[in-house]
């Protein structure tokens, strides 16, 4: 019999800045960090024999929670990636309610009927899971084994095995921990979706609305390029660069966020200023995630800031997440591990 540990990795930059990340090799934030650190606690005293985890950047990183402090390999395994959204790709959340609500609305709700253009189908993603964790639990058969994975395949993967008859089977916190035991082709529950280790004042979840039902619900914003008659909120909100992105909430402009690209590896931030009207709603993580997508797919390496902005949420915001004299990282996916390892 082979125990197995299905894990999800730590809070990432899509968990925060409401992206949908997929295959989109986003990097740990430094809650994440916190989490990555609280799980290490809970299985300093587990026997783990094997670590597999998605070749992914946030996966590997919070894998380190357990291979490393037991020097054991880790074996790295795309099939174990969350399920690949095609065209919605690191899409915000936002322009998902804007754009198509019936189908972001079955994306969480009924991950079997969904489907966008070039992304993968229920029944392929769970397939490549299955086929890749039985492998792992025959090649260690008597051990025990822990996967890094992600929240959305291993949904679908425990809806296959256990519950076929539920159309949703809710969402895991980050780093929750769900334990099976593996014999003759079975798979046991033991537990499910376990995040006992994640205080409240580093819950993902904790901090979010989308995932409880009913009305509750999250400001989740979009992005589109300014028009002419923008003018008058441009010059409100002092914003001006190479780049500037105006941040909506269905069809209210909220703030803008703005870059310069310089010509080495830098974009410089030389805006991210949100109305007063909505301030305090937490929506400042958000515009920095638009300026690190931006910058990300200009190329670029490191994200620089011409002046603080005024807001004091994202000044914090800012600091918070590694912002320096130098800049802060926006590295491929090849150095991300060994950034966020470096930073534990």
Same mark, same amino acid.
């Given at each position: 019999?082979?125990?197995?540990?299905?894990?999800?990795?730590?809070?990432?930059?899509?968990?925060?800045?409401?992206?949908?990340?997929?295959?989109?090799?986003?990097?740990?934030?430094?809650?994440?960090?916190? #989490?990555?650190?609280?799980?290490?606690?809970?299985?300093? +005293?587990?026997?783990?024999?094997?670590?597999?985890?998605?070749?992914?950047?946030?996966?590997?990183?919070?894998?380190?929670?357990?291979?490393?402090?037991?020097?054991?390999? !880790?074996?790295?395994?795309?099939?174990?990636? %969350?399920?690949?959204?095609?065209?919605? %790709?690191?899409?915000?959340?936002? $322009?998902?309610?804007?754009?198509?609500? /019936?189908?972001?609305?079955?994306? &969480?709700?009924?991950?079997?009927?969904?489907?966008? /253009?070039?992304? +993968?189908?229920?029944?392929?993603? &769970?397939?490549?899971?299955?086929?890749?964790? *039985?492998?792992?639990?025959?090649?260690?058969?008597?051990?025990?084994?822990?996967?890094?994975?992600?929240?959305?395949?291993?949904?679908?993967?425990?809806?296959?095995?256990?519950?076929?008859?539920?159309?949703?089977? *809710?969402?895991?916190?980050?780093?929750?921990?769900?334990?099976?035991?593996?014999?003759?082709?079975?798979?046991?529950?033991?537990?499910?979706?376990?995040?006992?280790?994640?205080?409240?004042?580093?819950?993902?979840?904790?901090?979010? %609305? $989308?995932?409880?039902?009913?009305?509750?619900?999250?400001?989740?914003?979009?992005?589109?390029?300014?028009?002419?008659?923008?003018?008058?909120?441009?010059? +409100?909100?002092?914003?001006?660069?190479?780049?500037?992105?105006?941040?909506?909430?269905?069809?209210?402009? &909220?703030?803008?966020?703005?870059?310069?690209?310089?010509?080495?590896?830098?974009? #410089?931030?030389?805006?991210?200023?949100?109305?007063?009207?909505?301030?305090?709603?937490?929506?400042?993580?958000?515009?920095?995630? %638009?300026?690190?997508?931006?910058?990300?797919?200009?190329?670029?390496?490191?994200?620089?800031?011409?002046?603080?902005?005024?807001?004091?949420?994202?000044?914090? !915001? !800012?600091?918070?997440?590694?912002?320096?004299?130098?800049?802060?990282?926006?590295?491929?996916?090849?150095?991300?591990? +060994?950034?966020?390892?470096?930073?534990?």
């Amino acid at each position: 019999m082979t125990t197995l540990y299905l894990i999800r990795h730590a809070e990432a930059e899509g968990n925060v800045f409401r992206r949908l990340q997929g295959h989109y090799n986003a990097m740990i934030t430094p809650n994440g960090r916190k #989490q990555i650190a609280a799980l290490a606690r809970r299985f300093a +005293e587990v026997p783990i024999d094997a670590v597999y985890a998605s070749d992914l950047s946030r996966t590997c990183c919070t894998a380190g929670a357990i291979y490393l402090p037991k020097n054991l390999p !880790l074996h790295k395994d795309p099939r174990f990636r %969350e399920l690949y959204c095609g065209c919605w %790709e690191n899409l915000p959340f936002g $322009w998902l309610d804007h754009v198509d609500p /019936e189908r972001n609305h079955a994306f &969480t709700r009924r991950p079997r009927d969904w489907q966008v /253009e070039g992304s +993968e189908r229920f029944t392929d993603y &769970t397939a490549r899971f299955l086929e890749a964790m *039985g492998e792992a639990a025959r090649a260690h058969d008597g051990q025990t084994v822990a996967i890094f994975s992600h929240g959305m395949v291993m949904r679908g993967v425990l809806q296959t095995l256990f519950f076929p008859d539920r159309d949703n089977l *809710g969402h895991s916190e980050n780093t929750a921990v769900t334990k099976l035991l593996y014999e003759d082709g079975k798979y046991t529950l033991e537990y499910l979706n376990d995040d006992s280790h994640i205080p409240y004042e580093i819950s993902t979840l904790g901090r979010q %609305e $989308w995932w409880r039902g009913g009305d509750h619900r999250d400001f989740n914003m979009w992005y589109r390029d300014p028009a002419p008659e923008d003018e008058d909120l441009l010059r +409100e909100l002092n914003v001006a660069g190479d780049i500037v992105r105006i941040s909506m909430i269905v069809d209210r402009p &909220t703030g803008a966020v703005a870059l310069k690209l310089l010509p080495d590896e830098r974009a #410089q931030l030389s805006g991210l200023v949100l109305l007063q009207a909505h301030r305090g709603k937490g929506l400042s993580a958000q515009l920095l995630g %638009e300026a690190v997508s931006v910058a990300r797919t200009a190329g670029k390496r490191l994200l620089t800031v011409e002046r603080l902005p005024d807001d004091p949420a994202a000044k914090r !915001l !800012l600091a918070d997440y590694g912002m320096s004299e130098r800049g802060m990282p926006l590295l491929p996916a090849a150095d991300l591990i +060994e950034y966020d390892q470096r930073t534990e």
